[in-house]
């Protein structure tokens, strides 16, 4: 069995970060992108943050540039997200996942290739 379990979630002011970490098993993990997706009440799932098989390619979606950090740690089978100077609407559910990969340079930034995901963990920001 394969399992992603993120943890880190919380309720926090805007301005305020959090770090988000997810653990996997069950996976040969360097054979694994990593990316963190979201999802907000009422709206579809968005594509936060992404990680390439051995960190050295990421990606952002253009609302948290600058302000996310994604990270992966393969000896440990973790992969976090930084949130920095976080904003009401960050407020989601955050999803880690993980895509087979192929070992090409970059990770993908679309839902379809990640087969495993996390069951989730509640960011809040309030202003």
């Known amino acids: 069995q394969v399992h992603l379990v993120e943890s880190g979630g919380g309720l926090v002011q805007a301005g305020d970060s959090l770090r988000l970490s997810c653990a996997a098993s069950g996976l040969i993990f360097r054979d694994y992108d990593m990316g963190w997706f979201r999802q907000a009440p009422g709206k579809g799932r968005e594509f936060v943050a992404a990680i390439n098989w051995n960190g050295a390619s990421a990606r952002y979606t253009n609302s948290v540039q600058g302000r996310f950090i994604i990270s992966r740690d393969n000896a440990e089978n973790t992969v976090d997200l930084e949130m920095n100077r976080l904003k009401p609407e960050d407020t989601a559910v955050y999803y880690c996942?993980?895509?087979?990969?192929?070992?090409?340079?970059?990770?993908?930034?679309?839902?379809?290739?990640?087969?495993?995901w996390g069951q989730g963990t509640q960011v809040t920001s309030s202003s």
């Open positions: 996942a993980a895509a087979f990969t192929r070992h090409t340079s970059v990770p993908p930034t679309i839902a379809d290739p990640y087969e495993y």
